[in-house]
């Protein structure tokens, strides 16, 4: 984390121990999480018929000039992953039985509370792969009550020379859109997370978290199924000029017997579904309804928020103010300013710029935790030099920018 990043965390601590909580209520409430379940969504919501192809691990939402400053300033990237721990040099594929989907909001007022209104659905559909181990792409755009769609549209295979960026124009506006493996940019010492917060509850020695040279990043070396889109934000505005956006991700299953879509995983901001939800019933509930459904009375989601968050020790003002900040679950991205989830917080105590493919989401979220007493898990993206338990490849130069799958 940059020091600029950590100077603002400490400077607006008192709203910004929001964002500590969800991190806490991760701690002190997971002992019954499977072991991915942290700060990612790398697995939440387990069911029998959910495989891999149909879970989501992580949103990304940012200005294309903040990772590459040659980029026209107009362009924002979206960035879906899923199918989480994909093995190196091995190709899986997405889900020809779903619906992958990116949904937009136009948000007036960066305080304004989400109202979970798709404004915009980009929905992405897969063919069988053909002998080259490639899928055919169906990109439909939902818009202002309009429908367009493409057809024309393939993934990239492990092993091509190149990325395939395919190019397609909806309502006279270029997109590109790129769908294939590629690595997994998250960053997170697993396994020593789980001694610290294992002596944090009693349960073994108190520790911290493991020097630089000792720490491990425990997703190094895997892949995901990444779907990138690039969009100018006039196709985003349409009439309205908005410079802000709420952005969230579904899955839908088809039902074969009626042809039906049921929607099986949903995800906006890290930490959220598995910092406040614990029980595993809930988060399958969670994955299945919009983002305004969290917050409707007497909705069990909810409560379930409210007590995971007082059993922190938050009062009811300080709980309310908690699931005001992070409920609704959406990524809202303010495109005045800078992307990166540290860099600004609206008057609720929500971050407002996206997130950039190297967030370190885990450093921030410490950082803000102890007031900057820890400000790190000792991972990083790069790694540190002789430690070969991290370190990512580099990200590529250009559009859809994720490190090549390894």
Same mark, same amino acid.
């Not at 990612?40 to 495989?51: R, Y």
């Not at 190149?162 to 997109?175: A, E």
């Not at 944090?200 to 020097?211: C, D, E, K, T």
């Given at each position: 984390?940059?020091?600029?990043?950590?100077k +603002?965390?400490k400077?607006?601590?008192?709203?910004?121990?929001?964002?500590?909580?969800?991190? $806490?209520?991760?701690?002190?409430?997971?002992t019954?999480? &499977?072991?991915?379940?942290?700060?990612?969504?790398?697995?939440?919501?387990?069911?029998?018929f959910? *495989?891999? @192809?149909?879970n989501?691990?992580?949103?990304?939402?940012?200005?294309?000039?903040?990772?590459?400053?040659?980029?026209?300033?107009?362009?924002?990237?979206l960035?879906?992953n899923?199918?989480?721990?994909?093995?190196?040099?091995?190709?899986? +594929?997405?889900s020809?039985?779903a619906?992958? =989907?990116?949904? $937009?909001?136009?948000?007036?007022?960066?305080?304004?509370?989400?109202?979970?209104?798709?404004?915009?659905?980009?929905?992405f559909?897969?063919?069988?792969?053909?002998?080259?181990?490639? #899928?055919?792409?169906?990109?439909?755009?939902?818009?202002? *009550?309009?429908?367009?769609?493409?057809?024309?549209?393939?993934?990239?295979?492990?092993?091509? @020379?190149? &990325?395939?960026? !395919?190019?397609?124009? @909806?309502?006279?506006?270029?997109?590109?859109?790129?769908?294939?493996?590629?690595?997994?940019?998250?960053?997170?010492?697993?396994? #020593?997370?789980?001694?610290?917060?294992?002596?944090?509850?009693?349960?073994?020695?108190?520790?911290?978290?493991?020097?630089?040279?000792?720490?491990?990043?425990? +997703?190094?070396?895997?892949?995901?199924?990444a779907?990138?889109i690039?969009?100018?934000?006039? +196709?985003?505005?349409?009439?309205?000029?908005a410079?802000?956006?709420?952005?969230? =991700?579904? $899955?839908?299953?088809?039902?074969?017997?009626?042809?039906?879509?049921? #929607?099986?995983?949903?995800?906006?901001?890290?930490?959220?579904?598995?910092?406040?939800?614990?029980?595993?019933?809930?988060?399958?509930?969670?994955?299945?309804?919009?983002?305004? %459904? =969290?917050?409707?009375?007497?909705?069990?989601? %909810?409560a379930?928020?409210?007590?995971?968050?007082k059993?922190?020790?938050?009062?009811?003002?300080?709980?309310?103010?908690?699931?005001?900040?992070?409920?609704?679950d959406?990524?809202?991205?303010?495109?005045?300013?800078? @992307?990166?989830?540290?860099?600004?917080?609206?008057?609720?105590?929500s971050?407002?710029?996206?997130?950039?493919?190297?967030?370190?989401?885990?450093?921030?979220t410490?950082?803000?935790?102890?007031?900057?007493?820890?400000?790190s898990?000792? %991972?990083?993206?790069?790694?540190?030099?002789?430690?070969?338990?991290?370190?990512?490849?580099?990200?590529?130069?250009?559009?859809?920018?994720?490190?090549?799958? !390894?």
């Amino acid at each position: 984390m940059s020091f600029a990043m950590f100077k +603002f965390a400490k400077l607006n601590w008192k709203k910004s121990l929001i964002l500590g909580g969800i991190s $806490i209520a991760a701690i002190a409430a997971a002992t019954s999480l &499977p072991q991915y379940l942290m700060a990612s969504d790398h697995d939440d919501g387990e069911v029998d018929f959910k *495989g891999r @192809s149909l879970n989501l691990t992580d949103l990304y939402a940012f200005r294309e000039q903040d990772q590459n400053p040659g980029a026209n300033p107009s362009d924002l990237v979206l960035v879906m992953n899923s199918n989480p721990r994909s093995i190196a040099r091995q190709q899986y +594929f997405f889900s020809t039985n779903a619906r992958y =989907e990116f949904k $937009i909001t136009r948000v007036a007022d960066k305080d304004a509370t989400p109202t979970g209104q798709e404004d915009i659905t980009l929905r992405f559909e897969f063919s069988a792969p053909n002998e080259q181990q490639q #899928q055919q792409i169906k990109l439909t755009v939902l818009k202002d *009550g309009q429908e367009t769609s493409a057809t024309n549209l393939r993934t990239t295979p492990l092993g091509a @020379s190149r &990325p395939i960026v !395919n190019q397609l124009s @909806s309502g006279g506006t270029k997109l590109s859109v790129f769908a294939g493996l590629r690595e997994d940019p998250f960053v997170f010492d697993v396994e #020593q997370f789980f001694r610290v917060r294992a002596g944090a509850l009693g349960f073994g020695p108190a520790v911290g978290f493991r020097p630089p040279a000792q720490a491990a990043d425990s +997703f190094k070396g895997f892949n995901v199924n990444a779907i990138a889109i690039r969009i100018p934000q006039q +196709f985003l505005q349409g009439t309205s000029g908005a410079t802000t956006y709420d952005i969230w =991700e579904t $899955i839908s299953l088809r039902d074969p017997a009626t042809g039906k879509y049921q #929607q099986v995983e949903r995800l906006a901001r890290p930490a959220i579904n598995e910092g406040l939800i614990v029980s595993n019933d809930l988060l399958n509930a969670l994955n299945s309804v919009p983002p305004t %459904a =969290e917050l409707n009375p007497p909705a069990p989601i %909810a409560a379930e928020a409210v007590r995971t968050l007082k059993a922190l020790g938050n009062d009811d003002a300080r709980t309310n103010a908690l699931l005001g900040a992070f409920l609704p679950d959406v990524m809202r991205i303010d495109t005045t300013g800078a @992307s990166g989830y540290g860099n600004a917080l609206n008057a609720k105590g929500s971050p407002i710029r996206g997130r950039l493919l190297k967030d370190d989401v885990i450093d921030i979220t410490l950082s803000v935790l102890t007031n900057g007493k820890i400000t790190s898990d000792n %991972a990083s993206y790069e790694g540190t030099p002789g430690n070969a338990a991290q370190g990512h490849k580099p990200l590529e130069g250009s559009f859809p920018y994720l490190a090549l799958p !390894n």
